[in-house]
């Protein structure tokens, strides 16, 4: 008999909703590999070395963005960190999503999770299996909680084949596609909220 009928018991389920303040209290070792969605746990796969390494390559172009902006607008602090939690919203039950990177306020380090309110870009590398999730919940729920751009990578093989540039409307409620980039050109410049270069020679090979 399969495991999962040892499993499935009523011990099991989960006994309440979790709170931003439970979530704070949970092993970090366990928090990495779920979110939550309001209120209930839900698992995530573990990203392969193809998207790990292209949320990393593409998480060192944003910074490389975000440290040639605060240069030029002392007073701005902005950062980058790749795999962390936010917090979507808290009522009327708590929403926590791990995105593969995002680009955010500067914010103390033992903050945790960060809110959405501090950040300004949200990247999503589409692994299979998540493509509804990352192309339609995520979509949503980004956009629900007022992040205004969210970057959605599409991955072929060993390389990133394209990445989507959504943009928050205010008008419509939600996100509006802004432009998509390829590997057409050597380089790619998004321009907007920070202008970042993508060099797309760093975005194949991806594993060696």
Same mark, same amino acid.
């Given at each position: 008999?399969? !495991? ?13 909703? &979790? +709170?931003?303040?439970? @979530? ?6 366990? *928090? ?8 209930? &746990?839900? $698992? *995530?796969?573990?990203?392969?070395? +193809? ?13 490389? !963005? ?10 701005? *602090?902005?950062?980058? +960190? ?6 979507? @919203? ?15 306020? *500067? ?9 959405? /309110?501090?950040?300004? &870009?949200?990247?999503?590398?589409? =692994? ?5 999730? #990352? $192309? ?6 980004? /956009?629900? /909680? ?12 060993? /390389?990133?084949? =394209? ?22 050109? #050597? ?7 920070? =202008? ?13």
């Amino acid at each position: 008999m399969s !495991a999962i009928y040892d499993w499935a018991t009523p011990d099991n389920l989960q006994p309440e909703p &979790v +709170t931003v303040e439970i @979530w704070r209290n949970l092993p970090e070792e366990y *928090c990495r590999q779920v979110e939550v969605v309001n209120g209930q &746990v839900v $698992r *995530c796969a573990a990203p392969t070395r +193809t998207h790990q390494n292209a949320a990393r390559r593409l998480t060192n172009m944003l910074e490389a !963005a975000a440290e040639k902006y605060m240069a030029a607008h002392p007073g701005e *602090c902005l950062d980058v +960190t790749s795999d962390v939690d936010i917090t979507l @919203w808290e009522a009327p039950t708590v929403t926590i999503r791990r995105p593969d990177a995002l680009l955010h306020d *500067c914010a103390p380090a033992d903050e945790r999770p960060l809110p959405a /309110a501090a950040v300004k &870009v949200v990247i999503e590398i589409v =692994s299979p299996g998540s493509d509804k999730i #990352d $192309r339609v919940d995520k979509l949503g729920e980004y /956009a629900t /909680a007022g992040i205004p751009f969210y970057w959605l990578v599409w991955l072929t093989g060993n /390389a990133v084949a =394209s990445v989507d540039i959504h943009v928050l409307d205010h008008v419509l409620g939600g996100y509006r596609k802004y432009r998509t980039i390829t590997p057409a050109d #050597d380089t790619s410049v998004v321009d907007i909220p920070v =202008s970042t270069i993508i060099d797309w020679s760093h975005l194949t090979g991806l594993v060696r």
